[in-house]
């Protein structure tokens, strides 16, 4: 093959001809993820402050105490949600983007050029459907907390927290179950939907999965603000800055 | 009407430099309807492909404004005003003259990968099987997804990595409901895969809508994966002995 | 002079759906084979075809049969079909189809898992085989992928420019590749012409770029002949807004799935005109139906009329027409799901062309085989929806084995004649070498707007006239051109060669028409509004002698009993 000639001269970092604002979308996800993982992090190594009268704070959930663990609780489980978002098909892309700049926008010169792609290393990024099984465990777990935060010292209530338990673990679920690796268990791995054992309802279970996937980016952001909204919640509760606000 | 100057790179291979257009604009106006008026009055030697103008032949690639875009479909109305329109080829490819690239690395690809082989006992086909690979074989073969995929722009791994427009093509094959080829070894092996960040550009400039990373790039990675990464599946294809 | 030269059984000139389907027919027979594609591979005009392919399947109307398709053919082409030709097609277009879906094509369905037929103009039961409205895409794909892995070699972007002869059989070709503009040759046995039409030759037309009647002329100047040239078909529903869209092809399958044609009163005009068909009218008929509208003042604002799906539900349109809501919402701002379209007719299909044998496709000259629309006697007088992509693959077959047998007993190669050859090269190098202001860009816009307007949808003795005349003095400007630039990829020097073909194609369409003095099918005379008996037994013919066109005419091929019985119990 010959040589590319290159007649723009795309050869350094941010070099296009785009007239646009393409900056805009990877700085905005640089600056929000990096809030975030900071958030938790903080939020992870304070071992306080993760629950308010019913409600357990979702960096916390499931809550697992042990003797022999010298940390807090929250990295027994926070692994399994980390991972699942780490190599989730959408965050891959908004970091790779922003953070590796392969690319930061589309049709826009590149800083450096070693590029391996998913491979060597990356490879890992296949074991997305592990973390998936994890995350729908510790979903059950979310659930079971959303449950728990109707019961006000053994009577059934609800209060503002409540709510914000309850929009998280939708969000959560939404996000979950609208995973490319989901959509591939559930029917995207058949061939012949008419000739497969249950194809049908594969089929069908196929669509309905493949049509809240193909908003998997807004799920998957809504539910990280509504995860950090959700722990900011209780924290402040716990700490008591603010009241919970009894609905009934 | 007023003139909008159009920026048009003229040049071949050895190089070349943008040369300034003044072009009468009507109503409804695509790039393609400017530049074959320069073609008609100003220059006509201007080297451009197109075929049908209609968005259905993909044809007339090329960088407007420094997005991959085909001509036929960008209105000038949908671009910045008051401000000159340039028109480049497209990057990734070699150019020949003008707007015109070499494409045939694309040809080559096509040629390399392991053809449609049916079941031969006469089944039945149902709307099921065949929605999700129809939305594949709306490619019209435009190139643009090459163009803007960073691993070919960037990178220039045009030796060990196919491109979006074939893992679109290898994902009808594989999903077709009729077909018995086993492509895992070819696609996790020859196609550069892996190469692939799902950065979604390619989703972004396809003229036809198809969902190129959700639809065609991501379900061939998660084969891949049931295939090479899942212990899991192979333990138990082991215990069971399914496949 | 040496030329890059590449040696071949069987020389394919064209890539379309007629081309593709006749090289890997020939390669399947074991012979080498070439394909040379004016543009890239896979961009032909096929592509363009929408609505989908006709062929008696049963699928949807179970009384569907190939005599019923077979009839209405002959109904749709006014009885001046070549009835050989129209009777393998109704008998084999199903098999070709079902080959097409084995060698992975994916048509529509239907609920019991067979290809989906839906309704289209002129024919009698549901029978166009569809992929929503990109039929013709899916068709090429497959086929270019059929003989991409058939080990045939394509040529991309190269133009012949002049087939050569040995004696009085085909010898070779010679071409140029538009990259950098040099010769080649080829040697081959056979060659067998799949250019299609050559709508550029009007202004408002729903062709590409490269349609432009190359294998017309090239078999015309070869010595062969051509049939039934002033038989153009427009077609009823090309855009008629924005300007720079004028003409692209709005799919017969609008009206096929409901679509509704109305003018600026708001009256389904088509119960004035053919109240049994209304809107599937057959398009000739249609087509003058939408002009006499407009030019009676009932017109839409941009003088087409109105064609309405909005009554279907919008995600239904969007199912079976998705190109359609794609062109219409990106191009022109129109929902078609909402509001209705603006359409007038475009000039769309020639069913003139190369006369063929309807077994193999082969012309009257030795070792020259055609296929698809550059072929003439199909479609008669007007061609039916659906039944031009059924024409390629059932011909493009017939071709490909008609010119596989023909090479096949040919021992040896026949011979280059040099000096021929150093001729043709020369012709097409010399408008670099000459000086003036003839631009032909211009003489291009000269001889749309003059077919347009005097060799158009309704023509008349005098403007027939006044074309020709036309012609003959853009043919003195064109051989005058001159042509800036280098020889690399310089689209003006293409335009030179595309446009004697085209010129010739109109000469002959024009001379054609002249002769034809009856109202028929496509052709339209004012001043012989009717059908005449006389004329419907006649073939007018055009080739060449002594270097200039000769227009004759030959008797329509007389039909067997059984199949005259049959259009009768079919009336």
Redesign the interface.
Known sequence: ????????A?VKFGT????DAWWAAPTATVAVLTLFVIYSMVRAFENNYYIAGPYLSPFYSPLLLFDWWPLSPAFLILWAPAGFRFTC?YY??AY??AYAA??FA??V??PH?D?????KL??FQ?????FLYAAVVVLFFLWHDVIKAFSFGGHFGMGFGTLVLLVNTVLLSGYTFSC??F??FVG??V?????AKAG?VR?KLWKGVSSI??H?MLWAWTSLFAVMAADLYVRLVACGAIHDLRIF | MPDVTFKV?R?D????QAIDYPVPIAPGMVVLDALHYIQGYLAPDLAVRWNCKAAKCGSCSA?V????ALMCKTRLDSL?TG?PI?V??M?????IKDLVC?VS?NYDVNKKIPPYRPAKDG????Q??VDRVQEFRKCIECFLCQD?C??L???????EFAGPRFFVRLAGL??????ITDRSEFLKNSS?L????????CT??CPEEI?I??NAI??L??????R???P?RWVFAKIFGRK | MNYETHEHDVLVIGAGGAGLRAAVEVSAKGLSVGVVSKSLLGKAHTVMAEGGIAAAMANVDAKDSWQTHFSDTMKGGKFLNNWRMAQLHAQESPDRIRELEDWGALFDRTPD?EILQRAFGGHTYKRLCHVGDRTGLEMIRTLQDKGVHSGIDVYMELTIFRLLKDGGKIAGAIGYWRKTGEFVVFKTKAIVLATGGGGKAYQITSNSWECTGDGHALAYEAGAELIDMEFFQFHPTGMVWPPGVKGLLVTEGVRGEGGLLTNNKKERFMQRYDPKMMELSTRDMVARSIYTEVKEGRGSPHGGVFLDISHLAAERVKKKLPSMYHQFKELADVDITREPMEVGPTAHYMMGGVRVDAETGASTIPGLFACGEVTGGMHGANRLGGNSLSDLVVFGRRAGMGAAEYARKLNSFPLLDQGELEKAAKDMETPFQRSGDENPYQIHRELQESMQSLVGIFRMEEDLKKGINKIEELKHRAAKLAVKGERTYNPGWHLVGDLKSLLTVSEAVANAALTRKESRGAHSRIDYPNMDEKFGKLNVVVSRKNGEMNISTSPVPEMPEELKRLLAENK
Not at chain 1, 1 to 8: D, I, N, Y
Not at chain 2, 65 to 68: I, Y
Not at chain 2, 194 to 201: A, E, F, M
Request: with cysteine; net charge positive.
């Open positions: 093959m010959e040589k590319t000639v290159a007649p723009a795309m296009t001809q785009r007239k098909y891959r892309k790779y983007r392969h690319p589309c049709a010169g590149e050029r590029y391996q792609g998913e491979t990356f490879l296949n074991l997305h459907r592990f490319h690796s959509r591939h995207g791995n061939d012949c939907f008419s000739c049908r089929f996937n193909e998997h | 790179f040049g291979a050895k190089g070349g960088e404004n420094g997005k991959p910045p401000r340039t480049y080829p990057k990734t490819f070699p150019v070499d690395w089944r039945k086909i149902y099921e099987d803007v960073h691993v722009r960037e990178h220039e791994k045009k030796a594989e999903m077709h409901p009729n077909d550069g892996g190469l692939c960040n799902i950065t979604k550009c972004e400039v969902h990373t959700d991501i379900p990675k998660e084969r891949v994966a049931d090479f990464f899942d899991l | 898992g």
